[in-house]
């Protein structure tokens, strides 16, 4: 059983910034994929960015023009940097972690194991 943890989540003003990271634990292999969406009212989930077991990095959309998504191999923990945020960036964004099958081919909320979230609120 892999478990997951995110922390970072906080309350920030329109073009703040914040770093969220996440945990993974009961895994000790070399091949996984890590990622985070977010689920936010307006638009329900959304992947932002994941990294596969080669740290190459992949981004939903348009997140990477202002999020960045890095890795501590050793540590099993991914990080989100967040810049220039804006209010529609609010929400729960949930770290997701795989290491089955094409996992860098599937958005983070496709991935078999999830934390619980944490929350962004970005306010004006």
């Known amino acids: 059983q892999v478990y997951v943890k995110e922390s970072g989540g906080d309350s920030v003003q329109v073009g703040g910034s914040l770093k969220l990271s996440c945990v993974a634990s009961g895994y000790s292999g070399k091949r996984y994929c890590m990622g985070w969406f977010r689920q936010t009212p307006g638009k329900g989930r959304e992947g932002i960015a994941w990294?596969?077991?080669?740290?190459?990095?992949y981004y939903g959309g348009s997140m990477k023009d202002r999020f960045t998504i890095s890795r501590d191999n050793d540590a099993y923990t991914v990080f989100l940097q967040m810049n220039d945020l804006k209010t529609e960036d609010s929400g729960m964004y949930v770290c997701?972690?795989?290491?089955?099958?094409?996992?860098?081919?599937?958005?983070?909320?496709?991935?078999?194991?999830r934390g619980q979230g944490t929350q962004v609120t970005v306010s004006a």
């Open positions: 990294i596969d077991r080669d740290g190459k990095t």
């Open positions: 997701g972690f795989e290491y089955i099958g094409a996992c860098w081919a599937s958005a983070p909320y496709e991935y078999g194991f």
